[in-house]
C-alpha cells in the first residue's frame, strides 16, 4: 500500500476502514478499562453497551461485500499479546454469573446447549480484534478489514451474539425480580448433557443478590 493511500485512510474520517478501526479501538480500550475492576458494581450494564455497539461494526462487516486481501498470504503481524489477566479480570468481576449455556447453531436440528464463560468469550473477542489492529496500525488496511470480516464471520461475531445474550439475561433477571435457576456444578470443561437443561455452576443465586453487587436496582 502506498504511503498517500495510508494517509488518505487514516486522515478521512467518512472511510469504511477508519470508521471500523474507530469502533474496534473504543471497544477494546473500554474493555480493558472495565477488567481493570475499578467499577465493579457498573460491569455489566457497560459491558453489555460495548458488546452491542461492537456488533453494529460486526453487522456493517457482514454486510460489507467480501473484502479480498492485497496479498495471497496474511503478513505476520507479530506476537499476540497475552489475555490471561484480562480473563482472569473479568472472570473474578463477573462470578457468580460467568458461566452460562450457548447453543452454536440455531439452525443446525436438535443441537444440545453447551456451558461458556462470558469471560472467555470477552477475551477470545479482544484477540481476534487485536490482530486485525495489528494490521491496521502496521498501515495494512485492507488485510486488517478482511481479518475482522473473516474472524466476524468465523468467530469473534457468534461469540459476541452469545455474550451479548448472556449479559442481557442478568440484567433481565435483575429488572424483573427473577430468581436464577439453581446452580449445579457444571463448568465448560465437562461435555454437552444432550438434550437435558443446563444449569449454572455456583449454587442458587437470586435475583437481589446478584443485583446489588452489580449496581442494578431490581424491578418492582
Known amino acids: ?22 469502533q474496534v479501538e473504543s471497544f477494546l480500550v473500554a474493555v480493558t478499562e472495565v477488567a481493570r475492576g475499578d467499577e465493579p458494581e457498573s ?10 455497539q461492537l456488533l453494529l461494526a460486526g453487522g456493517r462487516l457482514g454486510a460489507h461485500e467480501d473484502i479480498v ?46 456451558p461458556a464463560r462470558i469471560s472467555d468469550d470477552l477475551a477470545d473477542i479482544i484477540t481476534d ?14 488485510e486488517a478489514l478482511w481479518w475482522w470480516q473473516f474472524s466476524y464471520f468465523s468467530n469473534w461475531g457468534p461469540t459476541a451474539s452469545a455474550v ?29 448433557m444432550g438434550d437435558e437443561t443446563l444449569e449454572f455452576e455456583a449454587g442458587r443465586v437470586m435475583a437481589q443478590e446478584i443485583g446489588a453487587p452489580l449496581g442494578i436496582r431490581p424491578g418492582k
Do not use: C, K, W
Open 1 to 22: 500500500m502506498s504511503d498517500a493511500t495510508l494517509h488518505a485512510s487514516t486522515q478521512n474520517p467518512d472511510d469504511f476502514v477508519v470508521q471500523i478501526a474507530d
Open 43 to 52: 460491569a455489566v450494564p457497560f459491558l453489555l453497551l460495548e458488546v452491542s
Open 69 to 114: 486481501p492485497e496479498e495471497r498470504y496474511e503478513p505476520d503481524p507479530g506476537p499476540e499479546p497475552d489475555v490471561d489477566e484480562l480473563r482472569e479480570n473479568f472472570a473474578r468481576l463477573l462470578d457468580p454469573v460467568d458461566v452460562y449455556s450457548e447453543v452454536f447453531d440455531p439452525y443446525e436440528p436438535r443441537t444440545a446447549p453447551v
Open 129 to 142: 480484534l487485536r490482530h486485525g489492529m495489528a494490521h491496521y496500525r502496521a498501515g495494512r488496511t485492507t
Open 164 to 192: 451479548l445474550r448472556a449479559l442481557q439475561s442478568v440484567l433481565i433477571h435483575v429488572r424483573l425480580n427473577q430468581p436464577l435457576e439453581e446452580l449445579d456444578g457444571l463448568d465448560t470443561d465437562q461435555p454437552a
